[in-house]
């Protein structure tokens, strides 16, 4: 049955664009359910304006769905956008697959699934992780940053089963796996695992309702960041956050005290945007930035109740200008969003910190602009003053 917390999974529009030829090929193992459904799609002169429709409806009702279904459309939609169309023909090549000379993109998608559907599976993670994530930086608790170890491959498995044992433990389910990315400056795992159970109302073919338990399926990232030394966890909960310093420090690199997710270390602070006002949105020497702007600052007053303050939405020093007010030296500042505009690009990125250790941007090909201009701006601070503001304690167990 179709997760019904992922209603995206009832979009038709991807097959509707297939190849007839293909569509035929890609939906032979449920030829059951059409079957039952009343649709026919022996053949490609079966593909017409009416058998696309029946398929449609019979797509969006959802009620029925074979297993499946649901999954692979949603992967051939998420495949099949305009800027993965190099990224799968990259792959069609190394599989070795003919394609003809105007592919589509869906086409594309289809014919590598069948030809070589973990390859496709393999891209569509990789995307993912790449998202818009909330980020925690935990920092190695060690003088020198530990480099990635050459057996990561060989000791994957070993984290898979040890993440897996404690999930189980944790009521969130079997079915945990983690797909390993190698990266110029260190690694990134993308890790599916099961969350805790929920129980849903449904209706039945009979119009009954009934309970539907269920467990939802969930992604969390990790990267591991050789310039600096921190494990970028992006996660559900802080258990879970916890689970993966431990075991990876355990699993990956024979130390589980290396990543310290209770004490952790200071990594963000916001206190450039005080003492350096305006000029901490300077950007010049960054080739790729046009221009930042701090759209909203969060504040508070210890000396107040820690009354909480937002000053934005639109920029933060203009209106302290018109004003005429400034950022209190008393105040602790809590949260900022950046708008970082690239060139070339239509859109404002947004960068979000929220200190002492979260951040929240995209982790795509621009992120080493975005954390090159946090780092240089005293954003992110320097891996000494983190490491100086460390227990003596955490230096004996590493």
């Known amino acids: ?106 086409d594309l998608a289809v014919r590598l699934y069948l030809k070589a559907p973990k390859r496709l599976e393999d891209v569509q993670v990789e995307v993912a992780s ?41 009521k969130r389910g079997t079915g945990t796996r983690v797909h390993l990315f190698g990266e110029p400056n260190g690694f990134r795992l993308m890790i599916r695992r099961g969350d805790t159970l929920r129980s849903q109302a449904v209706i039945n073919d009979d119009d009954e309702t009934r309970r539907l338990i269920l467990r939802p399926e969930l992604y969390d990232v990790v990267r591991y960041d050789t310039r600096h030394g921190d494990l970028l966890v992006n996660a559900r909960a802080n258990g879970d956050a916890h689970a993966y310093c431990r075991l990876i420090g355990w699993h990956l690199f024979k130390n589980g005290f290396l990543f310290d997710a209770l004490e952790t270390p200071r990594r963000y602070s916001l206190d450039p945007i005080r003492s350096e006002g305006q000029a901490v949105l300077t950007c010049a020497e960054f080739e790729r930035i046009e221009y930042v702007n701090l759209c909203v600052l969060d504040l508070e007053h210890p000396t107040h109740d820690h009354v909480r303050l937002r000053l934005g939405p639109d920029d933060v020093f203009t209106a302290l200008q018109l004003t005429g007010g400034t950022i209190d030296p008393d105040a602790v500042l809590t949260r900022a969003q950046f708008k970082i505009k690239l060139f070339n690009e239509k859109r404002e990125r947004s960068v979000i910190i929220v200190p002492p250790i979260t951040a929240i941007y995209e982790h795509d090909d621009t992120a080493d602009v975005i954390e090159a201009y946090i780092e240089q701006r005293g954003l992110l601070l320097p891996r000494t003053e983190s490491l100086d503001a460390c227990a003596e304690t955490l230096f004996t167990m590493s």
């Open 1 to 106: 049955m179709a997760d019904v917390f992922r209603p995206r999974f009832a979009k038709p529009t991807a097959l509707r664009a297939v190849e007839p030829t293909l569509l035929v090929r890609l939906l032979k193992p449920y030829k059951g359910w059409l079957a039952e459904s009343g649709i026919k799609l022996t053949n490609a002169r079966d593909v017409d304006d009416t058998t696309l429709d029946q398929l449609s409806l019979a797509l969006m009702d959802g009620a029925s769905l074979p297993q499946g279904l649901p999954e692979l459309q949603s992967l051939l939609d998420d495949m099949s956008r305009p800027a993965l169309f190099d990224r799968l023909l990259e792959c069609a090549h190394k599989a070795k697959l003919v394609l003809p000379e105007n592919v589509t993109g869906i």
């Open 130 to 170: 790449l998202r818009p994530r909330k980020i925690s930086r935990y920092m190695a608790i060690a003088e020198d940053i530990p480099p990635v170890p050459r057996e990561v491959k060989r000791r994957r498995a070993a984290f898979e089963r040890a993440l897996q044992k404690d999930f189980v433990s944790r």
